[in-house]
């Protein structure tokens, strides 16, 4: 197996930079997925969320706890790719193509429209999910995006959901397109979540930020990652 390619559980995470993780997305379509530490000790628990992370074109190291532990235990030399900094790096990025985005509320589809057109982008649509139940099914969203062809699709929806949500669509449509699974990173650009940047994502102090910003929220989903630990011991 490639040595750019961490197998766990089945599930194939990329080692690799922003820059060439972009490539393979824009060469190879499909969908991209980065779990968060907390969605993925659930796995055992959710076969629908593990095989949705399986199926996936590629999966990036989004949790620093993750990644401390492929290192300690697995001797990894991992790179932290957060769902943060790859979106960064893609709005950065001249944008050729169509972008719609899938969103959670009209709140935010207000404030991520409005981040967008900051960064020139303007020929993107917007859809609000529904509140989705164990087995996806959307008719409404594979309608409109047959119609209007996106290019790229962001998923700006909860962990264990998003991933299916990437999936489903994957299987139902019949041209190539990016989608990309990376559920809050927008919400950290726009203010809707806790002000996180590159440098606080880099050092892997993303959880506590959002501890301090939220810590009733964020206290549970913190004590959650630390059940990833029973698959290394």
């Known amino acids: 197996m490639s040595n750019n390619i961490i197998s766990f559980k089945d599930i194939k995470f990329y080692n690799l ?3 060439k993780i972009l490539d393979k997305m824009t060469d190879e ?54 769902g943060f900094l790859f979106l960064s790096r893609f ?3 001249k944008i050729y193509g169509k972008i719609l985005l899938i969103n959670p509320s009209k709140i935010s589809e207000k404030l991520n429209s409005k981040f967008l057109k900051s960064k020139g ?14 087995n996806i099914r959307d008719v409404k969203l594979l309608k409109l995006i047959k119609i209007y062809k996106p290019r790229y ?36 650009m726009t203010g809707e979540q806790a002000p996180i940047n590159k440098l606080v994502d880099r050092l892997y102090l993303g959880w506590f930020i ?6 009733i929220k964020n206290f549970k989903r913190t ?11």
Do not use: M
Not at 56 to 71: E, K, M, N, Q
């Open 223 to 233: 004590i959650q990652s630390l059940g990833l630990i029973k698959f290394f011991i």
């Open 121 to 134: 982008i303007k020929n993107f649509k917007n859809y609000l999910a529904p509140f989705y139940k164990l």
């Open 29 to 82: 379509g499909g969908y991209l997925v980065a779990p968060a530490a907390s969605s993925l000790q659930k796995i055992d628990n959710n076969r629908h969320y593990h095989a949705a992370l399986k199926d996936s074109t590629v999966a990036i190291l989004d949790s620093g706890f993750f990644c401390i532990l492929l290192r300690i235990f697995k001797r990894e030399n991992v790179i932290k790719l957060s």
């Open 17 to 19: 930079s922003p820059k």
């Open 91 to 93: 709005l950065n990025e």
């Open 153 to 188: 699709i962001i998923i700006n929806l909860g962990g264990g959901t998003q991933e299916r949500v990437g999936l489903y669509i994957k299987n139902n449509i019949n041209f190539n397109t990016c989608i990309f699974c990376t559920g809050a990173a927008i919400a950290f």
């Open 210 to 215: 959002r501890f301090l910003w939220n810590p």
